[in-house]
């Protein structure tokens, strides 16, 4: 099957960039190049492309706004093309809302350059969100530990890839205020997740802020990997800390989940709940496997509610799930676990 890809940017440059990756990709046909939203909805109506690249930033009318229309009058999968600023990330965090599949920094390259550095990551974001499932978001949930629930020593481990910002979003604003400290890897370029994680702080009971490294892991915050950094935990005396490599990708991503699932693997297997969400590839399924295989107890969102069903399926194919729930059933899931593992303790 040959993907139809239609290319809009009022960047001559970046549509001749992106219409010569699209020529030499096996797989990908382009549908043609559009310099506006105007031009671009008439092209939709007569190409009906499989997938659209579409940058943000545009006269008359912005991609923001094409973007809402389209996904009303005719959803189609989008990757968006996004500059790397601090507007252009906000930006694209609306864009993913609104229901963009994902998302590929705007390069700043020469075109010979451009086409040998940037082509594999072009084709594969146009790949998956040529396969990617349109998911309604589920209505919001509220889950409560009971007041007198504390711990220091529980964390939430959290891995996710393509899809993955709106359902961490999802169980994010689902967290009781007194819930265990959490950690997340979502695979990001420098300069979004910090915009990432102001937004879920500003819609969430949990205080949620960019890892920074050796910070003590505390109840009721969240812990999210910077976009070039691996984010681990290390043990200090009674505590957990968090730490930032500087090494190379792993599984093919920078951050990667799977070094964070190893590290808490090493340092509080039993003290952790695992959950890998929607995601293109198998980062983090490993990582899943040990965790699962030394207590830990493992969730996998299940195929009907993943925008990309890559990283949980591989995971559940190693057997490191022990549920593989539905995006609406993992909040009150960990709540129900937390509630067991500290009733327990306390008999």
Do not use: W
């Amino acid at each position: 099957m040959t993907i139809k890809v239609l290319v809009v940017d009022d960047s001559a440059l970046i549509r001749q960039l992106l219409a010569e990756i699209i020529h030499q990709t096996p797989g990908l046909s382009l549908a043609g190049v559009a310099p506006d939203a105007y031009v671009a909805k008439k092209m939709v109506i007569e190409q009906a492309p499989d997938v659209i690249t579409l940058d943000i930033e545009m006269p008359k009318v912005d991609g923001l706004r094409f973007l809402e229309v389209l996904m009303q009058s005719r959803p189609t999968p989008v990757v968006m093309i996004s500059t790397l600023t601090e507007a252009g990330a906000d930006a694209t965090l609306r864009a993913l809302a609104l229901g963009a599949v994902d998302f590929i920094p705007k390069p700043k390259i020469d075109i010979a350059k451009g086409i040998e550095e940037y082509q594999s990551l072009i084709a594969e974001k146009i790949y998956a969100a040529a396969t990617a499932r349109r998911i309604k978001p589920p209505p919001p949930v509220t889950t409560v530990l009971p007041t007198h629930y504390t711990s220091t020593e529980k964390i939430i481990a959290i891995g996710a890839s393509t899809g993955g910002t709106e359902a961490i979003k999802y169980i994010i604003e689902a967290l009781p205020a007194n819930a265990p400290a959490t950690i997340i890897t979502q695979h990001m370029p420098p300069g979004f997740t910090k915009n990432f994680a102001r937004r879920l702080d500003n819609c969430s009971r949990v205080k949620v802020r960019e890892a920074a490294g050796n910070e003590r892991l505390l109840p009721g915050t969240v812990y999210l990997a910077p976009g070039d950094k691996h984010l681990i935990i290390e043990k200090s005396g009674a505590d957990y800390r968090t730490a930032l490599l500087d090494s190379g990708r792993v599984s093919g991503h920078k951050p990667s989940v799977d070094v964070m699932f190893e590290a808490v693997n090493k340092h509080a297997a039993h003290n952790a709940v695992g959950i890998l969400l929607t995601g293109m590839g198998k980062d983090g399924a490993r990582g899943l496997q040990a965790l699962h295989k030394q207590g830990a107890h493992t969730i996998c969102q299940n195929e009907e509610t993943c925008v990309v069903f890559g990283m949980p399926k591989a995971a559940i194919a190693l057997n490191a799930a022990s549920e593989v729930l539905s995006l609406q059933q993992i909040p009150a899931a960990i709540i129900r676990y937390l509630e067991a593992t500290n009733a327990g303790s306390r008999v």
